[in-house]
């Protein structure tokens, strides 16, 4: 019998989802004090929970995390424990939060929703889209301030499962190029560029879509220098982690009107309340909720379930994370 660790108060529909024989469910509390042993542990989605429970969880030899970033379980990373990603289950939620982050940032919608909280039209306003030509700001009396997706170049850095259903979405749109990097090149299915021909590509961009796990490698990978390489007016889109850019750095870019951004991620984390980047210009900020939807849990808990049916065979489990940290 497998004891297979759970949060408290984890749905009983996500537990159908798990094998009905061969396992003792251990529902672990939030405020867990005491040491309890479990052999597969399934981590709570929220991050303080799980690290509040780390020390006192023994006799662990799969820990398997519903989120496809697992850079802060390294440390808690133990000999003869197997850690498992959740890759592949934030492909749906998290692609078309890029999308919709691209087509509301080209869209100009936080503009447009800002007039309609202040009951304002701003078809016929003054304002200016400092991205596109002067000439073409005016369609008889409207301001013409939205952009347009099709025909662009895209650069996804990071092109694993999420950024090839990212890919499939931009081809919807016209995009006219698209253009991929990871860790290492490849050109079977799709040509992709190694992370060492990143800054060759950067200028070439209208829109640079992080999806990149963090490690030592990518922390501040994004500084000063590197968004500078970015054309005018580029789109910079982070749904990876907040530390793989240097906030004062895109700070300092916005202000000065070279490009724009859409961020799901922020360093810090939580982002304060007065932090510079709240009111930088051309940024929209949401509160790391781009993997997050109903979907998504049973996504999540169907792919958990299967990874605990393959454990109790025998069989290899899928999304080991090696030891690069991904």
């Keep these: ?52 429970q780390m020390p006192f969880v023994q006799g ?24 498992c990603d959740g890759r592949g289950i934030h492909d749906v939620s998290t692609s078309e939060w890029v ?18 909280e202040e009951r304002r039209w701003i078809g016929d306003s003054k304002l200016r889209n400092p991205f596109v030509s002067e000439g073409t700001h005016t369609r008889g009396r409207y301001r013409v301030l939205s952009e347009e997706l099709w025909g662009r170049t895209v650069l996804i850095v990071g092109y694993g499962s999420i950024g090839a259903a990212t890919e ?68 910079l889109i982070n749904a990876a982690r907040g530390p793989i850019v240097v906030t004062d750095d895109l700070v300092a870019v916005l202000e000065e009107g ?3 951004a859409a961020v ?8 304060p309340e007065g932090h510079p980047l709240w009111s930088a210009p051309n940024c929209l900020i949401t509160p790391h909720i781009a993997g997050l939807t109903p979907n998504f849990m049973e996504r999540g808990f169907g792919f958990i ?19 690069a940290g991904y």
């Design 1 to 52: 019998m497998v004891r297979v660790g759970v949060q408290a108060d984890l749905p009983e529909e996500l537990l159908e989802f798990f094998p009905k024989n061969g396992i003792e469910l251990v529902r672990l509390p939030k405020d867990l004090r005491e040491a309890i042993k479990v052999e597969f542990w399934v981590l709570p989605f929220n991050r303080v929970e799980a690290e509040g």
């Design 60 to 83: 662990v030899k799969v820990m398997q995390s519903p989120m496809a970033g697992v850079d802060w379980v390294l440390p808690w990373r133990r000999d003869g424990m197997t850690l």
């Design 99 to 116: 999308m919709t982050a691209i087509l509301a940032s080209l869209k100009w919608l936080p503009v447009y929703v800002k007039g309609q």
């Design 168 to 235: 499939e979405k931009l081809k919807v749109f016209g995009v006219k190029n698209v253009i991929r990097v990871a860790r290492s090149a490849r050109t079977e299915p799709v040509e992709v560029h190694a992370i060492g021909e990143l800054d060759a590509l950067l200028p070439q961009a209208d829109v640079v879509v992080l999806l990149l796990p963090l490690t030592a490698e990518t922390q501040g990978m994004f500084g000063r220098e590197r968004l500078e390489r970015l054309k005018k007016g580029a789109l």
């Design 258 to 260: 070279k490009i724009r």
């Design 264 to 271: 799901d991620v922020t360093d810090p984390e939580p982002l």
């Design 305 to 323: 379930g299967k990874q605990i049916e393959r454990y109790l065979k025998g069989e290899p489990l899928e999304n080991v994370v090696g030891e």
